[in-house]
């Protein structure tokens, strides 16, 4: 009997777990390497930064997701290099991995666009670390509002500013709004919610572009009944600890600023010397292969593909799980054949629709031809949510937190953890100082 | 009308939330510090450390508890220093606060005798930060087997050594052998339970000696059956990065070493310039308050009063709450008449019984002449720890959290953040180099 077909998946997201899934029982050796030891649902992302989960509510360890795939090891691990010639993921901590077939899906970063100093001020929202800095800087803003006597100075700690009028950047500017109006206007004696002003910024001249224009001045509509000031056509000239500069001269004095307005493949793809598009995506054959290697896939946020209507195909978990689908069937028919007798099928992505809320029974959604707005739009996007969510407990959990938060209100998840006792961003001095101390470094 | 008397209480632990709580509708405004935003239920702390429950299901902002307390203001800030002759306490952020009455409850630290460089290798359970570092601790030793091939590393990786045979160390070694056997056990290829190794180190010559004798041969016995090693008379000489060296020469390796032998007075008394005893806790009075100075008391972890056996009573929390309501009681009392004109009573404890917990369906409890061990000890255990927890949310989320842990044997709350994935202490190098991203800090 010769080898198993090793197959080698670099990412526990969307696209790699659903790649693992796919080729359980099928006759091959999987390893899935993540430098995480949890999947993340990235969706409900947002909600970890603004206290209404708690991050294990939306993280589960990979291992215990693929706990009976019996041909698959997951290895925590961080990916340092892809030796594409000789066929080997080199990885840290641990000897290097041989591969037949590799599936990269490595995933997006937050993207700067050249100004990666911005990071400090404005940090974007891509993990759990990401989503409890942001937490923690917008719960100490009020803390320090509360302190606060000067009434300029405390308007400008009760400013929050989100950079990005995408999907993310209305979730989060609208979840801010909803945090300091109902969750914690009652719990400050001085920080009161009508003092606090949320901005959200955008450079094109609307918001939720990928949505149609309709769409899109409901979601504004929405957002104004939240108390959040919708800034269309406003680019960012420089971003500080004091605040916000636009291009235009005018100064938005803000102490917490989060940044939602851009976000790049990861660097693993730059490093394999390929070609790739202006957000480093890799572009990819119609099989989702690298061309010139066929045993080479690189799926989700990674890949460049283009769609029916030449645009490329959007950073969206379905496109990530159905090419995640697509390339396992691939491979696995392979390896139980007699090598590559006939054409692969293209990638055809199908889709099913997009949605994005924007707060308590406030939301959009667009299926096809169909466009929702309001409540009718929320709960669908609540049930789809839930639904898809990973994890029968996590289902509930999250349905609990969500009843509860609705009738009461209340904030569940609302710590504020490390060492840092000032808002706005740590200054370098504060960083220094919490170095050496292990137990700080959670 | 004269000005309202000024209560400031540094501490929202059990002590100083139980005055605060007490004080509420008196004549007093009270002004309560603490360097937390929420008041951490430490009883059960070990469960977070071990991935049985989530932070936040432990932990409720201190404003959210004192939300109705209309003469209360909660201050998130870091008490610097108190000038007992001018009646202030110095914070920062923000200005000194003036007060007519002090209570101090700032609770205790982690102690280490002398060896402070023992908590780089073996870190102890006070925080929830402190938590979620032995948490990761714990789960980076697992993933690092699974990824050992020689089998000495991996049984030294396998190694949890738990230093300490109060109670907090038993539960630890309780729930560390349990995690291994139970939760993981099904998730790891290599990494087996069969080869986990879980000591616990005791340098007297019986564990939880605060107990009866006959309860702790109960706890070994219980110990033993989940697979823990206790050994009593055993004596730190050394720890390090490989492992821990005992005063008779032997050496333990193990990849995880956590410190529960001992705890101080915050350092905030040693600051006072009062009479203090090994363990940093202030002499107080038979009121509670520090000799030469009525206006201000100390309770809690960081007060040293005899019980009626000369022993000082215990650092748990139904000492902290009594003598709160006790000084609370004194100081309305105090504000609401003319001054002191009665002698002020004295305080008494009154002992409900203590308990332990060793893992499911394990624990032992001694309530007067009544002793319990076992499912009768670890019920009752359940429904005053379930009953203490502070919030109706929290008390469901836990509930339910534990049902399902009880029935699936799975923890919910497996989760490794921050940046680094090698097992054991991280070096110093690592800290360094974690030091310049901020979202890394949380």
């Not at 500013?161 to 993310?168: A, R």
């Not at 939602?260 to 660097?267: H, N, P, Q």
Request: charge should be positive; include cysteine; glycine fraction near 8%.
């Amino acid at each position: 009997m010769s080898k198993p077909t090793r197959v080698v998946i670099v990412g526990g997201g969307f696209g790699g777990l659903t790649a693992a899934k796919t080729l359980v029982k099928t006759d091959v050796d999987v390893t899935l390497v993540d430098r995480q030891n949890h999947h993340l649902f990235q969706p409900l992302l947002y909600q970890v930064a603004m206290a209404g989960l708690a991050p294990s509510e939306i993280a589960v360890p990979i291992r215990t997701i693929l706990r009976r795939a019996s041909n698959t090891t997951v290895l925590l691990a961080e990916v340092e290099a892809i030796d594409l010639a000789h066929k080997l993921v080199k990885v840290s901590p641990g000897p290097a991995l041989n591969y037949d077939y590799l599936i990269l899906a490595p995933g997006a970063r937050t993207h700067y666009f050249g100004h990666d100093d911005w990071e400090h001020y404005a940090p974007g929202l891509k993990s759990l670390d990401d989503a409890v800095e942001i937490r923690r800087r917008v719960l100490l803003a009020f803390e320090a509002a509360e302190r606060e006597t000067d009434p300029r100075e405390r308007k400008r700690l009760l400013s929050f500013i989100v950079i990005g009028g995408g999907p993310t950047g209305v979730e989060m500017a609208g979840a801010i709004a909803e945090l300091a109006r109902y969750a914690l206007g009652r719990d400050f004696r001085r920080a009161c919610p009508a003092e606090t002003r949320v901005l959200l910024l955008e450079g094109a001249d609307r918001v939720l572009s990928s949505f149609d224009p309709s769409l899109s001045e409901k979601a504004v509509v929405q957002l104004s009944e939240l108390g959040v000031e919708v800034r269309t056509g406003s680019l960012v000239e420089r971003i500080t600890a004091e605040g916000v500069v636009l291009r235009s001269g005018e100064v938005l004095a803000a102490s917490t600023v989060t940044w939602a307005a851009g976000v790049a493949a990861s660097t693993l793809i730059a490093k394999l010397g390929v070609d790739v598009d202006r957000a480093g995506r890799a572009k990819v054959a119609l099989d989702c292969s690298l061309p010139g290697h066929p045993e080479v896939f690189v799926i989700g946020d990674a890949a460049l593909m283009l769609g029916p209507d030449q645009k490329p195909l959007p950073g969206v978990s379905p496109v990530a799980m159905q090419m995640a689908r697509h390339v396992a069937r691939i491979i696995a028919q392979e390896a139980a054949g007699d090598g590559r007798s006939e054409p692969r099928p293209p990638f055809r992505y199908v889709d099913k629709g997009s949605m994005a809320t924007i707060g308590r029974s406030r939301a959009i959604a667009e299926v096809g031809a169909l466009k929702l707005s309001g409540l009718m739009a929320w709960l669908a996007w609540l049930v789809v949510h839930i639904w898809y969510l990973i994890g029968f407990r996590n289902r509930l959990l999250v349905l609990f937190n969500w009843a509860w938060s609705y009738l009461t209100y209340r904030r569940g998840a609302r710590l504020i953890t490390g060492g840092r006792l000032e808002a706005g961003p740590p200054s370098l001095k504060q960083l220094e100082s919490t170095a050496p101390q292990p137990a700080a470094q959670a």
